[in-house]
């Protein structure tokens, strides 16, 4: 089972005050301890992979709840509190914001070498990292582009995976979590959970809906590239008409339609720019065809592929063979909007009430002085 979920926020700038981020890591140590004293290190790995305690474990230690910040500075201050007692907590935590998240492979093989993990595990868990990337980058076309990946994984082998995207044009941000337990599917449906604080028109690959357009996109790459060519240039020759049909298809009228032509994330996948001529795109198709691959996240897999291959391989699926994919947003809930009057859906008291219960009893726990405890324990009650 993999779950996954998906909260957005609203984007920040600026840098998190020093002391903050001293308090932070600070208690976050005393908080991890804790957790793994009574509960061992694989339970804090599948909470930080659920995105209400992960949300609730920022507010706590002193975090605003509903700011993009949290969730870089809460994993930066947790790899911060734990440094020098990995091999001890059994927990690992690698990648972060910007050009540290490109060091996450390279952070995982160290570690996994430092604590002799059996052979092929390293691998397998490098690759696990880079594929969660690729999934909600490529299959997940929802507009944020991601600039945070940070990888958690305990001494047994579970992971969790905490990444946040950034859409500039709405200037919002949003958070996707993935927790490894018997994983069977990486490209179908990987994720249970999902919250955001709003539902938007994308291209959804991930879904069951899409089974089709993956087995037709595995299809196109491994029976003739010149079919393939042929079947794009069929839609470069007819985009303008295409693109009407498309709109008039999904009940969008023209009006709209080009209104968000222009956006940054195109809200229709059946847009010019999409059968406009490529030549890296052409070579990308090229490759993949010679590489032959067995299943739809093989072809994922293979270097070079991205948003752009997935999507041209989803536009001749759809256009030129009806199988349609996707277009809902995987997003099912929302921490913004859910109000205690009700409007527009009640708050899930439930599960809001059992991590505050969960974070009490961590609080009684913590080895900090007990002015630090009540003011934790007054903010859990507040």
């Known amino acids: ?169 709405n200037s919002t941000a949003r958070r996707y979590h993935w927790f490894s337990n018997n994983v069977k599917d990486m490209v179908c449906e990987p994720h249970s959970g999902i919250a955001s604080q709003a539902r938007n028109r994308c291209l959804n690959l991930t879904a069951k809906e899409s089974e089709g357009t993956r087995q037709m996109s595995t299809e196109l790459v491994n029976t003739s590239y010149t079919g393939l060519m042929s079947d794009m240039r069929i839609l470069r020759k007819h985009s303008g008409e295409l693109s009407r049909m498309a709109a008039l298809k999904h009940g969008e009228d023209e009006t709209i339609f080009l209104e968000l032509k222009n956006t940054e994330f195109k809200t229709h996948p059946v847009m010019d720019e999409n059968f406009s001529y490529n030549k890296y795109l052409e070579k990308i198709l090229w490759t993949v065809y010679q590489r032959k691959p067995s299943n739809y996240e093989n072809l994922l897999a293979i270097k070079g592929v991205g948003p752009k291959t997935m999507r041209a391989l989803s536009l001749v699926s759809e256009v030129i063979y009806g199988a349609e994919p996707s277009y809902k947003d995987p997003a099912r809930y929302s921490f913004a909007h859910g109000g205690k009057d009700g409007t527009p859906y009640p708050v899930d008291r439930k599960t809001y009430d059992a991590s505050i219960v969960f974070f009490r009893e961590i609080v009684r726990r913590m080895r900090i002085s007990p002015l630090e405890k009540d003011k934790l324990l007054r903010k859990l009650s507040a």
């Not at 609730?56 to 994993?75: E, H």
């Not at 050009?99 to 690759?127: C, M």
């Not at 696990?128 to 047994?156: C, E, P």
Request: hydrophobic share 40%; net charge positive; charged share 20%.
């Open 1 to 169: 089972m993999i779950r996954r979920g998906i909260a957005t926020f609203t984007l920040d700038t600026g840098q998190c005050p020093k002391w903050l981020f001293e308090r932070m890591v600070k208690l976050g140590r005393s908080m991890v301890e804790a957790i793994v004293a009574e509960y061992g290190p694989d339970e804090f790995i599948e909470r930080i992979s659920d995105p209400v305690w992960f949300q609730s474990l920022g507010t706590v230690l002193a975090f605003d709840w509903n700011a993009s910040g949290l969730t870089t500075i809460l994993t930066a201050s947790l790899k911060e509190s734990i440094r020098g007692m990995e091999k001890q907590l059994g927990i690992f935590i690698c990648g972060g914001k910007g050009k540290t998240s490109l060091k996450t492979p390279e952070q995982i093989t160290q570690w996994g070498n430092r604590i002799s993990f059996r052979e092929g595990s390293v691998e397998s868990l490098v690759y696990n990292s880079k594929m969660v990337a690729k999934v909600d980058t490529s299959l997940i076309q929802d507009g944020y582009n991601i600039y945070h990946h940070s990888f958690f994984f305990s001494r047994n082998g579970l992971w969790a995976v905490v990444q946040q995207g950034m859409n500039t044009a």
